[in-house]
Each structure stands twice: as C-alpha cells, then as structure tokens.
C-alpha cells in the first residue's frame, strides 16, 4: 500500500514553455502533498507544502508565480513550471501523506530537462 | 529550525565489511527521524523511521539506526554490507506535529562498495 506516483518520468521542453507534472497516491488519500527539488549530487530541497482544497505553502525564495502547485483533490497534485528556463531543469519529487500517518510516501520523481 | 548535518560525503567499503553512516539533527522537541536510500535516477525508498518508544530501530535491507537524543544523533549501521547497497543515503528530519510534516533532509552520503 502507499504508493505514489508521478507523470511523466522525464519531460524534455523548450525554453519559455510551460511543463506540468503530476503527482498521485494511488491507494490512499493525501491530504498533503510535497514537492522537493533535487539538483545533480545534491540534497532534496522543499519547495512547497500543499493541502487539498487550499493554497500551497511555499519554501522561501520559491517563485509560486513560476512553480504553480495545484491540490485539487486528495489523490492528485500538479506542478505546472511556468515559462521554463534551462536553471529549472532539475528532478523534481513528490511526496504525499496521509491524516492517519506520520509518513510520507514519495513519487518515483520527474527529470525535468530545459532546453 | 530544523536542520540535518551528514558529515561524510562520500564513504567507500569492502563487501561484507561493515558500515555506519552519521547523522546529527537540529530539532526543538522529539523529532521524527528517517533514513531513505536513492539509487541513481531513482526516487526514495525508506529504510527505516523513528517516531518514539524504542531508540534503536531496524529497518530493511539489514539497516539498522540508533536515537541518540543526548548526541542529537540517528546514525545508521549494517553489520555486513552487500554490493548492492551502494546509493545515496540520506537522512532527514520532520516535525513531530502528529502527521506528515515537511522534512529537512542532509546533504546525502555516497556509499561505494569495493569486491
């Protein structure tokens, strides 16, 4: 059970455009949701909390105008990077949790190229 | 605020030898406590948690951690390390709020196993 996942696995985009990812638990309810952004040899960073129905939380120095975090319902959520550049390009994981849990369940993570 | 510190960045074993991975935490309370092991292109996996009761905890793969709230430490230890267990390994530390709570994560350990 808990099983997380994420789509696409990789996404190649151009510059300017626009990429959405998506996040789902399939087999419980996530009342929370996480991204974390992950850069080569490096540590998972948080970018955002995100919690169903609501507004998501953003790390500092995130742009929620750039990184559009979207919760809609208790199985899914979206990060939509805006106007793509080639410094996003990046891993990107999601996480979710759920009321009766102190866990989280992460996603497999999208690799995001900018080109 | 919560911070994680791994001290060694890279560590390198022969197979079969054994293997202890530092981790000291920054928390104001009991903190729940994680180790997660991340293959190459891969997300997370979880290899074992600490919550509360019990301070040494096992986990899979034969890992095994041990809550030091006096040393504010988690570090985690195999007796007998396989060559598939070569990863990054991270811990990370999140809030003891009663459910899924962001989570601060260290920089990561490189595990290299020689033959």
């Known amino acids: 059970g808990a099983v997380v996942s994420q789509h696409p696995s990789r996404v190649i985009c151009k510059s300017g455009t626009s990429v959405k990812i998506e996040c789902r638990s399939l087999?419980?309810?996530?009342?929370?949701m996480f991204w974390y952004r992950q850069f080569p040899k490096q540590s998972l960073m948080l970018m955002a909390t995100s919690n169903e129905g609501s507004k998501a939380t953003y790390e500092q120095g995130v742009e929620k105008d750039k990184f559009l975090i979207n919760h809609a319902s208790l199985t899914l959520s979206t990060l939509t990077v805006t106007s793509a550049h080639p410094e996003d390009s990046s891993f990107y994981i999601c996480s979710a949790g759920a009321h009766y849990s102190y866990e989280q369940y992460f996603g497999p993570g999208t690799r995001l190229t900018v080109t | 605020a919560q911070s994680v510190t791994q001290p060694d960045i890279h560590i390198t074993v022969s197979e079969g030898a054994s293997l202890e991975l530092r981790c000291n935490y920054s928390y104001g309370a009991t903190p729940y406590l994680f180790w997660y092991v991340q293959s190459p292109g891969q997300g997370l996996q979880l290899l074992l948690k600490y919550f509360s009761g019990d301070t040494l905890v096992q986990g899979i793969k034969g890992f095994e951690a041990e809550f030091k709230r006096s040393q504010s430490s988690f570090n985690l230890r195999k007796p007998s390390v396989h060559w598939s267990d070569a990863a990054e390994y991270f811990c990370?530390?999140?809030?003891?709020?009663?459910?899924?709570?962001?989570?601060?994560f260290g920089t990561g350990t490189r595990l290299q196993v020689t033959l």
């Open positions: 087999d419980f309810q996530a009342t929370t």
């Open positions: 990370a530390v999140g809030g003891n709020t009663g459910t899924a709570s962001k989570l601060t």
